[in-house]
């Protein structure tokens, strides 16, 4: 039975127990009858009068409802934005975005190493794109998301991977240092979800990369610590907020990965990480592209939601030291 | 001929610092203190209180509380809920109570407070009840059930959101004359077209807001014992249509309204062009101009010409909500059909300040429940 839409609308401020953002519509058969259904959010953006479609029983535990599948392809944007996208773990990610047939932008404070991961992406075929951002200035955040949007037009994933460390004991913790991490690790992923929002599809995800220091702490890394704990509060508050508009939030929270940052302290002081690594259930490096896979198979999964998930080779079941 | 000899109401506030028996309380003794000749309570021997839902105000058996305020044991009352129109059903009832020899004076008393629910989704849930259960069920908020309607009207009569936008802009203009209303901040178009969409057509400016208020008034079937100048219920209806719009053959029109008002007209012996002013149920933009065709106003697919043209504005020839209406003057559910009853019984006297509409003497309201489902339609003469 072919049924045609009358009338439709989207739900944008869903009524509890519903939360979720949805379409509704009124449809009509060629006898004359009529029903009113339920339509999938990934619909709305391709919702026209008179549009044909097939209309399913669904049963869930608030009832059992009519809903309307129209005859035509869901509006699915396949584009994810990576801030920090030039370094060792942010560019892993874009990559393997990129493989499974995203497109690519690469959001980094520097532009230069940002073009060069977004050109080795094209070079394989992908479609990728390098802007400059300062994830803690909210004019660069705004000119890079619209920027983003206009060449790659909706997103669907925001990983929040942008950040520094500045090391030091408390007494040695300046403001500038202790500032400068919040800002960049913290406040930059606010800033970018923020603005992120704006250009976000139904069906959104937005991932914060914490750490394992943000979970355990760390001796000389309180402000890293702090950043990447309230991580974790931002991830829970943001879960529970964006959830109506169709949007998931999670985190992961790494243990020591093989990229700059470690491969930097590996130089300065090779016994540090030994030493580390040496206490783990599972004695090494985590690999960059490790984590990158962890995200996307959490972002593809439509069920994770408000949580943090470490990835840190039993380092939570046997806490590091400095 | 039943008239009513008194009025009251509370204004109707976003979050009102008063419970919501307080503001029962408030209505129902200030009713009683408005009667110029002055009412024994003992004269009073039927209160009707109109309220939607006790999860807004908390309190379910209104009646005999009424009843400890008002100071009358010995009277009957009882609780009527008919969605968004109780408050006119209400009046509906003491008007054919009155004329049967039932009762002799009717209180009819209609509250809400709706600040109680914790958040706008959760009132929005609670208002979704007076909806059909396939559009409960399916998560249609009134918002989106009057977003359905107003999608299939534009299209069929090719009217635009900024005419919608025009029933928001002239009820607020409205609304600063009036001291009872919840907003007083005048808007223009540019304003509601910017303002965020809640169920496309319908944006936020587009929507009557959640209220807390009281309102009252006394019906009576001697109206000259309690008042030199009654004003007369002449004609009254009520209709139904099916509860959700899917099911109705014209989705762009409100047959119950249509009927109640035909009702009215045809007891009254009045016509639309007797009329000086209307209040009417303004929840959404769109219900206002669709009214306008089916209290006969204007022709089907004509509403919107009336606000272009500047009809049902104040200065107009036939002024729709002068009082703010649903959309400015705010509308806690159970008190709105009661205030628009009090706001025609001021307007006919000539009390009505500010937003007096010149030379009223005849006056109609329409107050309904659901998306149109109910319709109560009274018109009265001073």
């Excluded at chain 1, 944008?12 to 060629?30: F, Q, R």
């Amino acid at each position: 039975m072919v049924w045609r839409l009358v009338s439709y609308t989207t739900v944008l401020i869903p009524p509890e127990p519903y939360k979720a953002m949805y379409a509704a519509g009124i449809v009509e058969n060629d006898k004359g009858e009529r029903r009113v259904a339920r339509i999938p959010a990934e619909y709305v953006d391709v919702l026209g009068m008179g549009m044909r479609g097939e209309l399913r029983r669904e049963e869930s535990v608030f009832g059992e409802i009519w809903v309307f599948i129209p005859e035509a392809e869901p509006q699915q944007p396949r584009v994810v934005v990576v801030t920090g996208g030039a370094g060792g773990i942010g560019s892993e990610i874009a990559r393997v975005f990129a493989e499974h047939g995203f497109k690519v932008a690469l959001a980094d404070i520097n532009l230069e190493a940002a073009e060069r991961v977004a050109g080795e992406i094209r070079s394989r075929g992908g479609i990728a794109v390098a802007v400059e951002m300062d994830v803690t200035s909210p004019e660069s955040v705004s000119e890079g998301f619209s920027k983003i949007y206009s060449s790659l037009g909706r997103i669907k994933v925001l990983v929040n991977n942008a950040g520094v460390t500045i090391d030091s004991t408390l007494e040695k913790m300046t403001p500038e240092k202790w500032r400068k991490v919040i800002d960049v690790n913290l406040t930059g992923a606010y800033l970018c979800s923020r603005e992120a929002l704006k250009y976000m599809a139904y069906g959104g995800v937005i991932v914060n990369i914490s750490s394992l220091i943000g979970l355990s702490g760390n001796i000389g890394q309180s402000n890293y610590a702090a950043a990447k704990s309230g991580l974790a509060g931002l991830t829970y508050s943001l879960a529970k907020e964006l959830a109506r508009r169709g949007i998931r939030v999670f985190a992961v929270a790494p243990g020591l990965v093989e990229s700059g940052p470690t491969l930097k302290l590996w130089k300065h002081n090779r016994s540090l990480i030994a030493d580390y690594v040496a206490r783990l259930p599972i004695p090494r490096l985590i690999k960059p592209r490790e984590v990158a896979e962890l995200i996307y198979f959490l972002a593809s999964n439509e069920a994770i939601n408000g949580v943090v998930i470490p990835i840190d080779l039993g380092a939570r079941i046997e806490p590091p030291r400095a | 001929m039943p008239a009513i000899v008194s009025a009251f109401s509370t204004p109707y506030e976003s979050r009102s610092s008063l419970e919501a028996w307080e503001l029962l309380e408030k209505a129902v003794r200030g009713v009683v203190e408005n009667v110029e000749k002055g009412i024994d309570p003992s004269e009073i021997d039927l209160v009707i209180v109109a309220n939607f839902s006790d999860r807004f105000g908390g309190i379910l058996h209104s009646g005999p509380l009424a009843l400890r305020y008002l100071g009358n044991p010995d009277a009957r009352a009882f609780r009527v809920e008919n969605a968004c129109s109780a408050g006119g059903t209400g009046i509906f009832l003491a008007w054919n109570m009155v004329r049967a020899g039932l009762a002799r004076n009717v209180l009819v008393v209609g509250f809400e407070k709706m600040s109680k629910a914790p958040t706008s989704t959760v009132a929005n849930q609670v208002l979704m009840a007076a909806g059909s259960p396939e559009e409960i069920l399916v998560g249609l908020p009134f918002f989106a059930s009057y977003a359905l309607m107003a999608k299939v009207y534009m299209d069929k009569y090719g009217v635009g959101e900024e005419d919608l936008a025009l029933v928001a802009v002239k009820n607020h203009e409205n609304a600063l004359r009036n001291p009872l209303a919840q907003f007083k901040r005048r808007i223009s178009v540019e304003d509601v077209l910017r303002s965020p969409y809640v169920a496309p057509p319908l944006k936020l400016y587009d929507c009557s807001p959640l209220s807390d208020g009281a309102a009252s008034v006394i019906v009576s079937g001697e109206p000259k014992r309690y008042t030199d100048t009654p004003v007369y219920i002449v004609g009254a209806g009520m209709a139904h249509d099916k509860p959700g719009v899917f099911e109705r053959d014209d989705m762009a029109a409100m047959i119950a309204a249509y009927k109640a008002s035909q009702q009215a007209y045809k007891s009254s012996g009045l016509t639309p062009k007797d009329l000086d002013l209307a209040e009417v149920h303004d929840a959404f933009t769109i219900s206002e101009i669709i009214l306008y065709e089916m209290l006969g106003f204007a022709e089907r697919g004509g509403g919107a010409r009336l606000l272009r043209d500047h009809v049902t504005w104040f200065d107009g020839e036939l002024p729709v909500n002068a009082s703010g209406g649903l959309k400015a003057k705010g509308h806690p559910i159970g008190a709105t059909g009661v205030g628009m009853a009090a706001e025609l019984f001021w307007q006919l006297r000539g009390e009505a300040g500010e937003r007096q509409v010149r030379d009223a003497e005849i006056g109609l309201m329409e107050n309904h429940g659901g998306t149109g489902a109910t319709s109560v339609v009274i018109v009265m003469r001073r």
